[in-house]
């Protein structure tokens, strides 16, 4: 790799040529770096609620609580409420014994975190506060339960085609999927350091690489096109298949609240979501963490924004019991598609999001992850983590974070992952195995680009083997992880300058899925983290939410 020359005149030169293609100027000969397309997928316009989240404005009934238990009073809204309609929550506390189960698209519209506060009480009867999820769901076709795909399988396809009538309408969500190949390169495979991860995909996780989609119309029988270009190469000699997510939610919303989990302590979620699609979290905050705060399976094309996430349960960071080993976790993601989780909040947990199988094409954006920790105070918690087979085209973009982004083989593979503008910081009190990137053994094609990485005078290394217990900028366990990534434009605190790619282009988009500073941008600067701003980071992240 070369290094880029840091005096004044250069990093004027690269901001001005950033600005120019930000604002259209043609005078720039410079091209804007480009991700091989191999390597990425097209994350804009294509995740997310499409058209952004919508503002229902239907009020069904407004509730206030009745100060003993309000669990009646609250499912029996649930259940009558229309689709689309919203049930408004006034300020207060509405006690719960027991799961408020959701089957359509109805809206949970309370006054403002800490303001309208769903809290669980001891003895709770239930394994969530909150579960979202169809009156039954499989993964089958009418018949038969799944149909070969025969056409469509170079990446980038919007139809496809399959060996047998397959049924499908306008409106269905599908699953692509295809064999895992331990041998192929990068390798697919759901067997890792914690043994076979038979929840990672269809059939006891052997299927763990897979896209779930939309069809938005049947040209015939045997071929249907999709919302958005397919994400991978799929091979025909692995047996690719087609079948519907039969049963789902679609439109549900949850807003301006506090679901508080302390009391209860409900095991799996403060909220989980199954089969859910084009749906929405906004502004809502989960406090206690026994597993998991917020669980999601086979989402697809759901926002979660400006939310907070914080405290293991028990609500105390001296309890080593709470954080790590499937204990004190943010979110726990597995199986879905174009999801994005942007502008939240992560803290006193013991990781922010683990993306598991078959977790394809989402974006995880602009969040604060601080204060993670993960069974002692000896080892820092994981920001983000690909942690279950196989997680792969997924964008990590513009985090502000102060614990390690992390791509692990627990569970089994990944790969081609993007990690774009982040800021991570090594919070010090750990005493081994802190690193900004670090990625274990068969997390392959992995691409870093453009992050601010480490703090000068602190990092010592700028690359160790796992084993090791250096503070570093990066740690790849086995060769293959180093040979296959793809790291440009970072800024690093061991060489205190920019590391490039060779002559790759060194102007860099301001996002990879935006088209422009979003609606709930709070900051002058756009974008706010990279080696081509001025600074490269902020101090803390002022973006969005008011933290």
């Not at 259940?79 to 309609?85: F, I, R, V």
């Not at 890792?192 to 069809?215: E, F, H, I, K, P």
């Not at 870093?448 to 290394?461: K, R, S």
Request: overall charge positive; proline content about 4%; glycine content about 10%.
């Amino acid at each position: 790799m070369t290094k880029c020359n840091t005096n004044g005149r250069g990093w004027r030169r690269i901001s001005f040529m950033a600005f120019a293609l930000m604002t259209g100027l043609s005078s720039v000969a410079s091209a804007t770096y480009n991700i091989p397309a191999t390597r990425k997928v097209t994350w804009q316009g294509n995740v997310g609620v499409r058209g952004d989240v919508p503002a229902a404005t239907t009020i069904y009934t407004v509730l206030s609580p009745n100060g003993s238990n309000d669990t009646a009073a609250l499912q029996t809204a649930i259940n009558n409420c229309p689709q689309g309609q919203v049930i408004k929550l006034n300020p207060g506390t509405y006690k719960i014994s027991s799961t408020l189960t959701v089957r359509k698209g109805v809206v949970l519209r309370g006054s403002g975190m800490g303001s309208t506060i769903i809290r669980g009480l001891s003895g709770f009867a239930g394994s969530q506060l909150i579960l979202v999820e169809p009156t039954s769901w499989s993964y089958s076709l009418t018949s038969p339960a799944s149909v070969a795909l025969s056409g469509g399988l170079a990446k980038g396809s919007t139809t496809i085609n399959t060996s047998a009538i397959h049924g499908l309408a306008a409106g269905d969500i599908i699953l692509i999927d295809q064999v895992n190949n331990g041998a192929d390169n990068p390798p697919v495979s759901n067997q890792g350091d914690g043994g076979a991860c038979t929840w990672c995909g269809r059939a006891s996780g052997g299927r763990s690489l897979g896209q779930y989609a939309r069809v938005t119309s049947v040209p015939s029988s045997t071929s249907a096109t999709l919302e958005m270009p397919t994400y991978w190469p799929y091979d025909s000699t692995l047996a690719p298949q087609v079948v519907k997510v039969a049963g789902q939610v679609t439109g549900f919303g949850i807003e301006h609240l506090t679901l508080d989990n302390s009391l209860s302590a409900a095991r799996e979620a403060a909220m989980q979501w199954d089969n859910v699609n084009s749906s929405w979290a906004v502004g809502v905050e989960m406090v206690s963490a026994y597993k998991e705060l917020f669980r999601v399976w086979n989402g697809y094309r759901n926002t979660i924004r400006s939310c907070k996430f914080h405290e293991g349960s028990p609500t105390t960071a001296t309890s080593g019991a709470s954080f790590g080993g499937n204990r004190g976790y943010g979110i726990w993601f597995s199986g879905g598609s174009a999801n994005t989780f942007e502008n939240n909040e992560f803290y006193h947990l013991a990781l922010a999001i683990t993306f598991n199988g078959a977790s394809s094409g989402n974006v995880f954006a602009y969040n604060y992850l601080h204060d993670l920790y993960h069974n002692s105070t000896s080892t820092a918690g994981a920001g983000i983590s690909f942690h279950g087979s196989h997680a792969m085209m997924n964008l990590i973009e513009g985090n502000y974070s102060k614990v390690s982004m992390v791509a692990d083989n627990y569970w089994g593979s990944s790969s081609n992952n993007t990690f774009f503008r982040n800021r991570v910081i090594n919070e010090t009190g750990f005493s081994c195995k802190q690193y900004a990137v670090n990625i274990h053994g068969r997390q392959q094609y992995y691409n870093m680009i453009g992050n601010v990485l480490g703090t000068p005078g602190f990092e010592t290394a700028y690359e160790t083997p796992q084993s090791s217990c250096a503070k570093a900028i990066y740690s790849f366990a086995d060769g293959s992880g180093l040979a296959t990534s793809l790291r440009h434009a970072n800024w690093d605190s061991v060489n205190n300058q920019t590391m490039w790619n060779g002559s790759d282009d060194r102007v860099l988009p301001a996002s990879l899925y935006l088209a422009g500073k979003p609606a709930w941008w709070r900051a002058a600067n756009w974008p706010v983290i990279g080696p081509d701003r001025s600074p490269m980071a902020p101090s803390a992240p002022t973006w969005g939410m008011p933290w």
